[in-house]
């Protein structure tokens, strides 16, 4: 059975009706922050190494540097590939993150083929790539693709509004939170925008704990 894909604000609201039937936490938030974002990026190389350019920057920083990378060119495979690390440095990438994106450019993926694989595939050739961990593949498979069913555990962000609206005495684990999506299914990245959102409702209405 192929992947279900999120199209629209449509399949959004499916989801998210859904999931308020199936827990009464979801239904009891759900009128204060629907309607909830669609969220939908590009895909391709490009939205990757964006990825990459972010990590663990500000978001200032993360778009002076990848200003300067479109401006030299440097946003398609066949670009960086050719290119050196003290170029790519050049532009603004730690030594660090110059070998991801050689790494991403190196690697090959037919990113117009990963529309069409399962999202257990497209995460482990994402993940094989130096560079990309799973909380960037799920998060590329969530938007950029549109799968409805995946979840990114792994966020803090989901991992507190879990804590809050669940009643729960900690925070979860990456690994209990995964466990807890499950009842989520078909409909977890959905799930993802209801709990990012609520996390939003939280911060502006008291600080993040």
Known sequence: MKDRVIKGDACVAEGAAWLA??????AAVLPALAPLPLRLRPDGFAQLLSAIVSQQVSVASA???????????MVTPDAVAATSEDELRALGLSRQKARYAAA???????FDKLPERPTKE??????????????????YAMFSLG???????????????????????????EKELRHMALDWSPWRSVAARLLWAYYAALKSREGVR
């Open 122 to 139: 497209v995460i482990q050739t994402l993940t094989a790539v130096t560079g990309i961990g799973v909380w960037t593949a799920e998060i």
């Open 104 to 110: 991403l450019a190196q690697a090959g993926i037919s």
């Open 21 to 26: 039937r199936k827990d009464r936490r979801f």
């Open 147 to 173: 799968r409805a069913d995946v979840f990114a555990p792994g966020d803090l962000a989901l991992q507190e509004a879990a804590r809050v609206l669940f009643e729960l005495e900690r925070r979860p684990t």
């Open 63 to 73: 778009n002076a540097i990848w200003g300067r990378l479109e401006a030299a060119g």
